[in-house]
């Protein structure tokens, strides 16, 4: 098979090309690592690239897979991992100067997953420092670029994973959500995002920004490759306290979320909060969203426009909540056990003083403060114990809208991607820019990023299927339906537009 029609093939299609043997997992392999080095010099999807572990790993899963050891949908794919994800042996730096030199002695357990089911793990993926960002530029190693325009920042801060796909330097990525950080660069670069609920996948090895936040998640060419990525990193971990445990057998604990994987919305009741539409969303993105509303509703489902309510309240809970788990995380790089250490000082205070005020970059440094501040005494009633209360109602208003509706509809960023440099000089800017994933994670619920159309300036446009935690199902189902009809409406487009 040409390199160029192995590129062309989603993550689960290439997997069953391997199985089948009309490809090998070292000439998939290599056929990426070519294309990395084809494009890499334009995007910096990447902070390191392991050529020599992949092409060992490829050779020992064609082995296995000829041996009928290794039978697993994506066995022989090569992927690549955010490089906040723990992996033994390599290095892992949180895009960071201060984890510039840290090499972890284990692997994350989302990581060791897949590493299981056989995929080969190409690389670690740029992103912003500690995803601490929405445009991928503020990693110490340089921006990332959006394959679909350099001239713009593919988001973040899980930038890295997503400019990866959709450059096609990877079959498929893993990423993290902290407060929308796989969904929003989802949309900016054209791909396919999930965000499992809180509890779904294990935390374990994965850097924390914001503790009670934080999820890992897969981003792909389609649905499909995010459902079976999802199905592969989904498990109850021991080693993570806060993985759920919920009762065997029950409808939220199963895991096939491939089985979901249906083309039909017919009688399933979706919400559209009106109160995403009513100001600072581009005119066009509202346009591409509400089409694909009206895409649902042709299809069979019920969708109906609702008042979700809380939503004005959402950035300021979750800034203040991200960053006072940020400013108590970050606490343990401080130069005496691992990473970066200052050349000169005087004493121990000292030492921790130069450390962290070279080591960390600007945005760090901005939410580090302002959650110390919040957690300070004489504030920590006033703004962090006020912003758990608004998390709690902000929960009750998406229970609310749950008992009605199977999914919520809406968009996953006000704008499409924006200009380099843009954010930067302009942070609150970039923190508004969430106001539409943050609340997803206050509440812990699940959430798929998918294409919906371009805007004028053909930038993609991200739709975004919101469901109640746990029932991921659903919103696969809804999405793998509006991504299949809108691929045969695509087709037909092509066709007419030929013939004329």
Known sequence: MEREAILRLTAVELGK?????EVTSMEATKAYLDQIGHREKDIHAYITVDTEGALRQAAECDEKIKAGTLKGPLAGVPVAIKDNMCTEGQLTTCASKILGNFVPTYTATAVQAMKDAGVVILGKTNMDEFAMGSTTETSYFGPTRN???LSRVPGGSSGGS??????????????????????????FCG??????????????????????LDQIGPLAKDVADCAAILEIISTTDEKDSTSARLAEGSEEAATDF???LVNDVKGMKIGVPRDYFLEGIDPEVKEKVLAAADKFRELGAEVEEFDLGMVEYAIPAYYIIACAEASSNLERFDGVKYGYRTESFNDLHNMYKKTR????????KRRIMLGSFVLSSGYYDAYYVKALRVKALIKQAFDKAFEKYDVILGPVAPTTALPMGESLSDPIKMYLGDIYTVSVNLAGLPGICLPCGEDSKGLPVGLQLLGQTFAEKKIIRAAYTFEKNRQSERRILIKESIHE
């Open 357 to 364: 005020s070279e080591g960390f970059g600007a945005e760090v």
């Open 17 to 21: 090309a391997i199985a089948a043997g």
């Open 162 to 187: 997503a400019a990866a796909v959709a450059a096609e330097e990877c079959a498929a990525a893993l990423g993290s959500d902290t407060g929308g950080s796989i969904r929003q660069p989802a949309g």
């Open 147 to 149: 394959p679909r325009d």
């Open 191 to 212: 791909v396919t995002g999930i965000k499992p609920t809180y509890g779904r996948v294990s935390r374990y090895g994965l850097i924390a920004y914001g503790s009670s």
């Open 258 to 260: 491939t089985s979901a």
